[in-house]
């Protein structure tokens, strides 16, 4: 593990859908008091409670709404609009504030909403670190006396994450990849407000000098390449990256660890995944995590399932991940990944995960940021678009004997951004130079 700093700061995120607190989460270690979640802390006033439930639960509402035929896609295409990300090119200035902005910034103004948090935290001015734009727009509006810093989530984002006025703000931007700098720029933040760091992912699952997942890739590649043809043609250079672990021989059934978003989106993907490699399941073949998070009606829906394609029996190759709270979830997710062969999910912030070596099946994106995210793991080549769900024991088998999935294991482990946790301490406690150096070629 990479060696503890002594310092602390404030670590503030939100409860809305997974990507902000799981961007938090790898930073549980220099939080004060732990991580703070700003729309449900202790001793929040209700009008802020109001403000923050009102938000939360029209994007679940949305997020649900979409799996309506004909009107839940337009009503979600209309919502996706307010949030949508401009073309990169032609370069041009993107400054301008919006709308969803004048709105944010009213209600600093006429309700307080976020005065009480920034008010008790400013007793005892430590560096203030969010993975969430309002709340570091919160802090800078209501006069945070330390230095505010914001953790970016995403491969490309809006407008919504810059203040209306970025060229006087203080706000310091700890940008996930190089479009993310980039684009930070285009919409007016000053240079020396940006640090290119990467996106925070969980110590026990990279480890120090990169060593836990060179040992989980070593064993995973023989999984996704069980004939060998991307291991020989690469195997010099797949010596001289992992060296003694490199694994030539498997030792568990392949497994796949697939994703539903907070809101429960794509559960019915899991099922039909499951549905599909039940002879392999039976078999003992294929391992198969069905990840429910904290949503109780999806392990639910997925127990109830499980039963009817009389899969239950096999409990040890096909398990259903549900925990009480994030913490929790976020902690036994992490420890899953360290057996996990294929992760399979919507490109949310997940996509950042592909650095752990694992290759990526891509579910359909759902909104503007999970598209850019889509693009960004298909130009480093760490994430394949899935085929039709209901024959994926037809195409995977196809992708495993073309070595095609090892590959995009090396391709994120080797282009994707890995220090990220590291580098936002460092940066946060005032030690850029010691930051490890992000891969900065223009991903697309």
Known sequence: MFKKLPNKAWVVTVDMGYGHQRAAYPLKSIAQGGIIT???YRGIPNKDRRIWEGSRAFYE???RFKRIPLIGEVAFDIYDKFQSIPDFYPK???SKSNIQLSETYNLFKKQDWGKNLIDKLAKKPLPFVTTFFITSMMAEYYNYPGDIY???CDADISRTWVPPKPQTSRIIYLASNRRVKDRLKLYGVRPDKIFLTGFPLPE???GENLQIIKQDLGKRLIQ?????????QFKKTLQSKLRDDLRLKPVRPLTITFCVGGAGAQRELGLEIATSLRKEILDNNINLNLVAGCNLDVMKYYKKEIKSLRLGTKSRHIRILHESTKSRYFNAFNKILRNTDILWTKPSELSFYCALGLPIIIAPPIGSQEIFNQKWLQSIGSGINQEDPRYTNEWLSDWLKSGWLAEAAMAG???APK???YNVKKIVFHDPKGAKKVKTVLQY
């Open 38 to 40: 700003a729309n449900n």
């Open 61 to 63: 509402f949305i997020s």
């Open 92 to 94: 041009r200035d993107l």
């Open 150 to 152: 914001c953790v970016l």
């Open 204 to 206: 026990e699952n990279v």
């Open 224 to 232: 996704l390449d069980p004939d060998k043809i991307y291991i020989s």
């Open 413 to 415: 482990f080797v282009e």
């Open 419 to 421: 220090y990220g946790t």
